[in-house]
């Protein structure tokens, strides 16, 4: 089987929208809930729904796939699982270094929906001496100082960061020196990296906000501008702030269009 280092996908080279690139791991997972339970085809509206999103824009991101389904009958789910499975990359192995073992790290190691979706953990690493050699998920810790080699032998190209905000750069930087051309970053800081680079960013406070600006909004209008309700429900000025800025920043941001979250 193919590794992460033969081979990238050609959605870019191929004109396909980052924001379609972002929206094609929504279809993959509804398709693959009607496949398993034998679904055969399914209508562009019924996907649209399962995905949530509208029928018009999935048809346009299947454009770019060079799928148009069959008027009356809908599109083949188990093609499509293939088409877009290959268009992700997601027909080879993909090698990854989790960096940073801690509550969160140990969690992303034990997550089992990796293996599943093409993605291999071929390593976990830590900078806490203690820590080397204690199995985490079935996988021997290794300490920073194998970093690099950990990279080059394994063909790893994709490196998850789940450390301190404060050692996240410094890793990223040693990631990228190694070879690795993306990164799952969920370090609570903003990385730096060179153009070719790749950075998803999870950020659970950041959606946590963005929840409270929806919930001050609900409450602000079940109240109405005669109830005399503050426009932050009681809630500090400051987070509301916050909120409406990142509600903004997952319209467009550094890292891509739409935030990067852990799949279902």
Same mark, same amino acid.
């Given at each position: %089987?193919?590794? #992460?280092?033969?081979?990238?996908?050609?959605?870019?080279?191929?004109?396909?929208?980052?924001?379609?690139?972002?929206?094609?791991?929504?279809?993959?997972?509804?398709?693959?809930?009607?496949?398993?339970?034998?679904?055969?085809?399914?209508? @562009?509206?019924?996907?649209?729904?399962?995905?949530?999103?509208?029928?018009?824009?999935?048809?346009?991101?299947? @454009?770019?796939?060079?799928?148009?389904?069959?008027? #009356?009958?809908?599109?083949?789910?188990?093609?499509?699982?293939?088409?877009? /499975?290959?268009?992700?990359?997601?027909?080879?192995?993909?090698?990854?270094?989790?960096?940073?073992?801690?509550?969160?790290?140990?969690?992303?190691?034990?997550?089992?929906?990796?293996? @599943?979706?093409?993605?291999?953990?071929?390593?976990?690493?830590?900078?806490?001496?203690? %820590? !080397?050699?204690?199995?985490?998920?079935?996988?021997?810790?290794?300490?920073?100082?194998?970093?690099e080699h950990i990279i080059e032998s394994n063909g790893v190209s994709?490196?998850?960061?789940?450390?301190?905000?404060?050692?996240?750069?410094?890793?990223?930087?040693?990631?990228?020196?190694?070879?690795?051309? @993306?990164?799952?970053?969920?370090?609570?800081?903003?990385?730096?990296?060179?153009? #070719?680079?790749?950075?998803?960013?999870?950020?659970? /406070?950041?959606?946590?906000?963005?929840?409270?600006?929806?919930?001050?909004?609900?409450?602000?209008?079940?109240?109405?501008?005669?109830? #005399?309700?503050?426009?932050? /429900?009681?809630?500090?000025?400051?987070?509301? !702030?916050?909120?409406?800025?990142?509600? !903004?920043?997952?319209?467009?941001?550094?890292?891509?269009?739409?935030?990067?979250?852990?799949?279902?």
């Amino acid at each position: %089987m193919a590794t #992460g280092r033969t081979h990238r996908p050609a959605t870019r080279s191929r004109g396909i929208p980052e924001a379609t690139v972002a929206r094609l791991p929504l279809y993959l997972r509804a398709l693959t809930a009607l496949s398993e339970r034998s679904v055969p085809t399914v209508s @562009s509206e019924e996907l649209a729904a399962a995905a949530g999103v509208n029928s018009a824009k999935l048809r346009k991101d299947f @454009s770019y796939l060079g799928s148009y389904g069959t008027r #009356g009958v809908g599109y083949d789910v188990e093609y499509l699982v293939y088409q877009i /499975s290959r268009e992700l990359g997601l027909t080879q192995d993909w090698p990854v270094v989790i960096v940073g073992i801690g509550n969160l790290g140990a969690a992303l190691a034990n997550y089992g929906g990796f293996a @599943s979706r093409g993605f291999r953990v071929a390593a976990l690493i830590d900078a806490d001496p203690a %820590m !080397a050699g204690k199995p985490v998920a079935g996988i021997a810790v290794q300490h920073t100082d194998e970093l690099e080699h950990i990279i080059e032998s394994n063909g790893v190209s994709i490196g998850v960061i789940a450390t301190p905000a404060g050692a996240a750069q410094q890793v990223c930087d040693r990631l990228v020196a190694a070879g690795v051309t @993306s990164i799952l970053n969920f370090a609570p800081t903003v990385l730096t990296v060179p153009d #070719g680079v790749d950075v998803r960013k999870v950020d659970l /406070s950041i959606e946590l906000q963005i929840l409270a600006f929806h919930e001050q909004r609900k409450a602000g209008e079940e109240t109405g501008p005669e109830g #005399g309700a503050p426009t932050t /429900s009681g809630r500090p000025a400051a987070v509301a !702030a916050a909120a409406e800025a990142a509600v !903004a920043g997952e319209r467009k941001g550094p890292d891509g269009d739409v935030p990067a979250v852990m799949p279902a």
